[in-house]
């Protein structure tokens, strides 16, 4: 059993900064994969980007250049760097995690998710 606990959402102006952060306790081996998902108002949860415990990084094409996960392990902890936010990154966000695997980018290839912690871009 993994728990996880998101912190860091807000409100920010378009072109401004967040930092999220998730810190997972329980079993390690269920966090091979963390990711981080979104899911704005009125739409599906997607893939934003995940990091293996290698810190192997993954990103959606949207974020790619703005957004950057990172890790540290021996805190059990995972990060999401959001720079040059824009309105279309309003969203709630949320931490997931799951064992080694191939596909990482899809909401079922998740066992693990945090409660989620919002983020609104707007001036």
């Known amino acids: 059993q993994v728990q996880l606990v998101e912190s860091g959402g807000g409100l920010v102006q378009p072109g401004g900064s967040l930092k999220l952060s998730c810190v997972a306790s329980g079993r390690t081996g269920d966090t091979y994969y963390m990711g981080w998902f979104r899911q704005p108002p009125g739409k599906e949860r997607e893939f934003v980007a995940a990091?293996?415990?290698?810190?192997?990084?993954h990103y959606t094409d949207s974020v790619k250049g703005r957004f950057a996960i990172s890790r540290d392990n021996a805190k059990n902890a995972v990060y999401l760097q959001m720079n040059s936010l824009k309105p279309e990154d309003t969203a709630v966000y949320y931490c997931?995690?799951?064992?080694?695997?191939?596909?990482?980018?899809?909401?079922?290839?998740?066992?693990?998710w945090g409660q989620g912690t919002e983020v609104t871009v707007s001036s």
């Open positions: 997931a995690s799951k064992k080694m695997g191939v596909n990482i980018t899809r909401p079922s290839d998740y066992g693990y």
């Open positions: 990091i293996s415990w290698y810190t192997v990084t």
